[in-house]
């Protein structure tokens, strides 16, 4: 069975061997809390999964960009996922290679794409017939070919637990609609300064089974080969990411079995080196949001524990309804039902509403669990809050792995003087 880095010992909860109770004291709250041994666990399944078949595991930044990170997975041999110039840059500065890096997402700018291509970028993924001229334009104007591969939407039904999360069926905004990828394969080959060279899918976020897959994949192998039919020089076959991870005491992880069975085969029929690109599932349960109770309140015949962590900080519980399980850091006797709330100025702000928890006290540590992923990136200074210290724990030491913004942050980009301009 994974771990997931915390347990209990002796009533106290600890990251690895660190008790939370003595970061708290060292750094303060709120803090991320991430265990690399945790991050290291998952990337040696993902990839022992795959072991006989040509692949590379390139992780989605977005989902945890911090520079430490990066760098613990470059060690284990990752390569890294994009979708803007920003973390390009930060994958370089972790010490990624520009061969490393797959740039996707829908809105890339003419700024980023040649920064992409200066940094001598694997792949770029295309998501439309205007994106591919601008590549072509650009990368004609830098006297480079661009390596490229297409984003196919393979339009299928998924099963995600929001919305949101959702990039694989017909009609959202990602990739090239399955219907149009012979007509872009056919465009390629007019344009002088791109080389298809993979084509690729991305279903979606939090995907519990492989049934999508068995939707997908004939459609994405279909694509492959009329590629290749058509002359062009496709090496790699990426299937994105999306694997599921539990939030919830009833929830399972993927089934990684099935799911590595499925996409063995279909890599193995191609013989094209496979991409995977899994985010939350490397990085989600290596993380909790460590936060202090404030104050206990009760209004309406109802209780609230107020903490120093608001939604500035962990905004998925507001944005998308999501459930993140809250344990206390110390063992406290009796029960409450109470909404765990936060500081922040809006009716959104909560992490949990009516939880059972233990009758904690103001003073109490809590620890917001499941949140390596999606958590410090989405991050905001709303509400003048700086944003919460990031450590990393490995074995018996921790280190802070991205300093506590100070007030000073918050305005250091605004104290130049007004130069005013006319048109």
Known sequence: M????????????HADQV?????????????????????????RRLDDAFAGVPHHIHFAVKANSNLHMLSLLRALGAGVDIVSGGELFRALEAGFGGRDVVFSGVGKTVAEIEQALRAGVALINVESEAELVAIDHVAGGLGLTAPIAIRVNPEVTVETPHAYIKTGEKGQKFGIPRDDVARLIAMIATLPHVELRGLGMHLGSQISNADPLRDALPRLLAAIAHARAEGHPVTYMDVGGGLSVPYEPNETSADLDDYARLVRAAALETGLTLLLEPGRYLVA???????????????????????DAGMNDLIRPALY??????????????????????????????????????????????????????????????????????????????????AREQFDDLVRLERAPLHWRTA
């Open 2 to 13: 994974p771990t997931t880095g915390f347990t209990t010992i002796n009533g106290v909860l």
């Open 321 to 402: 309804q999501a459930y993140h399980a809250i344990e206390v850091v110390r063992h406290t006797a009796g029960a409450l039902t109470a909404d765990v709330v936060g500081p922040i100025c809006e009716s959104g702000d909560f992490f949990a509403k009516a939880r059972v928890l233990p009758d904690v006290q103001a003073g109490a540590l809590l620890a917001i669990r499941t949140a390596g992923a999606y958590g410090f990136t989405m991050a905001s200074n709303y509400n003048s809050r700086p944003r919460p210290v990031e450590v990393l724990v490995d074995g018996e030491r921790f280190a802070v792995a991205g």
């Open 285 to 307: 349960e290596s993380g909790v949001l460590l936060t202090e109770v404030l104050y206990r309140k009760h209004a309406a015949g109802k209780d609230f524990v107020v903490t």
């Open 19 to 43: 008790p939370l109770p003595a970061i708290a004291a060292a750094v303060g709250t709120p803090a991320y809390v991430y265990c690399a041994n945790t991050v290291r666990d998952r990337f």
